[in-house]
């Protein structure tokens, strides 16, 4: 385990609910080659806080990595929702692209 993956294990330990700090973690065992533990912890942020629309870009992104495609485009999809919910165009932008190209590519 990482010393930055331990920090930050007890910073949530400190503050359970903390979405950033959920986030830094699967971002963190994605770093570190372990893509199903960082689907884990996206798919807890998500569960906990689903308005955390920077997970859905990231969590689709690791669905295409095992081709689970239709997760990629429903968490895309659901991505998109939030954002349109909370206006914002970058994300909605980005998700919509990832969307669009991975729809492109099943053809």
């Not at 669905?63 to 206006?87: F, P, T, W």
């Not at 165009?89 to 991975?102: C, I, Q, S, V």
């Amino acid at each position: 385990m990482s010393q930055r993956l331990t920090q930050l294990q007890t910073l949530l330990a400190e503050s359970p609910e903390d979405a950033f700090i959920l986030f830094a973690i699967a971002k963190e065992y994605e770093k570190l080659g372990q893509p199903e533990k960082a689907v884990e912890q996206f798919e807890a942020l998500r569960r906990s806080n689903p308005d955390y629309v920077g997970l859905y870009y990231h969590l689709g992104k690791l669905y295409e990595h095992y081709d689970a495609i239709e997760k990629a485009l429903s968490v895309y999809k659901n991505g998109m929702e939030v954002a349109r919910k909370l206006k914002d165009h970058h994300a909605l932008g980005e998700l919509n692209a990832a969307r669009l190209n991975l729809e492109d590519d099943d053809i």
